[in-house]
T-cell receptor, first 113, second 116 residues
C-alpha cells in the first residue's frame, strides 16, 4: 500500500469527549497536511508539518484542536471536548517537498452527537 | 472570505458531450492551480494542474485553462463519461516564498453528473 492511510475511517462520539485521528503519509513524503471538509463545504486547511520545522497551525479553528507528527512520519490530530460543529470529514495529505501535488488519504468521518 | 470560488454547485451533462467546470479566485498571489476529483467515501485524487505562467494544460480528455486577467480557470472534460461523475474541487496555492507552506485553498466543489 503506497497511499496515504487514515484511521479510523469513521468515528462517532459524544459531545465533550476527546478524539484522536491518525494519518500515515506516503513513505518518503516530508510534508503533511490536515484539512477538514464540513457538509457542503470545500476543504479547509488546518495544519501543516514539514520535516523538523515548526508546524504551521494557522488553520486550527480553536485551541481544542492540536496535532503532532512523531518521527517525521505518522501524525495524530486530537480534538478535545468535541462539539457538534466539529462533525466533518478530516483529510490528511502528504507530498514530497519539491512536488506540488498533495496526495490525500480516504479521510476520517467524524460525527459528534 | 472565500478566495477560491466554484459558483456552480452542480452540473449535469450527457455522455459524450463536453463538461466545463469553472473556478474563480481573488488572490493574484496564487501561482499554481490544481483540480481534484472526489468520489463518495474517498479522499480527493489529483487530476490536473497548471502553473500561472501557462494558460493551458492538457492531459488526455482533461484540459485546464487559466485566464489570469479574469482570475478564472476552467476544467474541460471531453468527451464526458459516466465514470467522470464525482465532485470536482478547484484549488490554488500561494506564490512560493520564505515561510510558504504550499497549503492549498480549495473551492466548495462542483458535483458533476454524466448521464448515459
Amino acid at each position: 500500500g503506497a497511499g496515504v492511510s487514515q484511521s479510523p475511517s469513521n468515528k462517532v462520539t459524544e459531545k465533550g469527549k476527546d478524539v484522536e485521528l491518525r494519518c500515515d503519509p506516503i513513505s518518503g513524503h516530508t510534508a503533511l497536511y490536515w484539512y477538514r471538509q464540513s457538509l457542503g463545504q470545500g476543504l479547509e486547511f488546518l495544519i501543516y508539518f514539514q520535516g523538523n520545522s515548526a508546524p504551521d497551525k494557522s488553520g486550527l479553528p480553536s485551541d481544542r484542536f492540536s496535532a503532532e507528527r512523531t518521527g517525521g512520519s505518522v501524525s495524530t490530530l486530537t480534538i478535545q471536548r468535541t462539539q457538534q460543529e466539529d462533525s466533518a470529514v478530516y483529510l490528511c495529505a502528504s507530498k514530497r517537498t519539491v512536488q506540488e501535488t498533495q496526495y490525500f488519504g480516504p479521510g476520517t468521518r467524524l460525527l459528534v452527537l | 472570505d472565500q478566495q477560491v470560488k466554484q459558483n456552480s454547485p452542480s452540473l449535469s451533462v450527457q455522455e459524450g458531450r463536453i463538461s466545463i467546470l469553472n473556478c474563480d479566485y481573488t488572490n493574484s498571489m496564487f501561482d499554481y492551480f490544481l483540480w481534484y476529483k472526489k468520489y463518495p467515501a474517498e479522499g480527493p485524487t489529483f487530476l490536473i494542474s497548471i502553473s500561472s505562467i501557462k494558460d493551458k494544460n492538457e492531459d488526455g480528455r482533461f484540459t485546464v485553462f487559466l485566464n489570469k486577467s479574469a482570475k478564472h480557470l476552467s476544467l474541460h472534460i471531453v468527451p464526458s463519461q459516466p465514470g467522470d461523475s464525482a465532485v470536482y474541487f478547484c484549488a490554488a496555492r500561494l506564490l512560493h516564498g520564505s515561510g510558504n507552506t504550499g497549503k492549498l485553498i480549495f473551492g466548495q466543489g462542483t458535483t458533476l453528473q454524466v448521464k448515459p
